[in-house]
């Protein structure tokens, strides 16, 4: 019998994922941080056996179908932001939280500009400075949400 244990990183990517696309007003969503990157981000560094590139490839398929964006830009950019990630995860884990946000806000960086890239490509947008907003709050929330994930996967034991 399955417990709840085994559905946590399910459940936590299904959240992040209807944070990331909850409605906002106008005035707040272009400050929207990357729910999903971060916590796939999480996932990948705690668990990297469980949460890997292909996790973040489906994740990205997901988010393209509920953002309404071309098939694969996001996958596409979550898979690369991970991969980075999950190359370097034994490094990664040994720095202090507010060490791991400045990374975090890199690999935000890096997942923006390959979805704005792979966007110009596809339907001629031009870059605004407004779309990196969301590497700045990303960074200021990765520390809550590391302690809140860390804290539901020590208690529930998640390994």
């Known amino acids: 019998m399955l417990s709840a244990r085994h559905y946590a990183i399910p459940i936590s990517i299904l959240i992040s994922l209807v ?19 971060i916590v796939l981000a999480y996932w990948c560094m705690a668990l990297p056996n469980r949460v890997n590139v292909g996790v973040a490839f489906i994740t990205g398929v997901a988010l393209d179908i509920l953002m309404g964006a071309t098939l694969g830009i996001h996958s596409l950019a979550l898979s690369l932001s991970v991969y980075v990630l999950a190359a370097n995860y034994q490094r990664l884990r040994n720095y202090s939280v507010w060490q791991q946000a400045i990374i975090i806000g890199l690999l935000s960086a890096l997942y923006h500009l390959v979805v704005y890239w792979l966007e110009h490509l596809l339907t001629d947008i031009y870059f605004q400075f407004a779309y990196l907003w969301p590497v700045i709050t990303s960074m200021v929330l990765w520390p809550w949400v590391f302690w ?5 996967r020590r208690q529930m034991r998640i390994s």
């Open 19 to 37: 944070l990331q696309i909850m409605p906002l007003p106008i005035q707040v969503d272009m400050y929207r941080p990357d729910w999903v990157l």
């Open 148 to 152: 809140m994930l860390r804290k539901a």
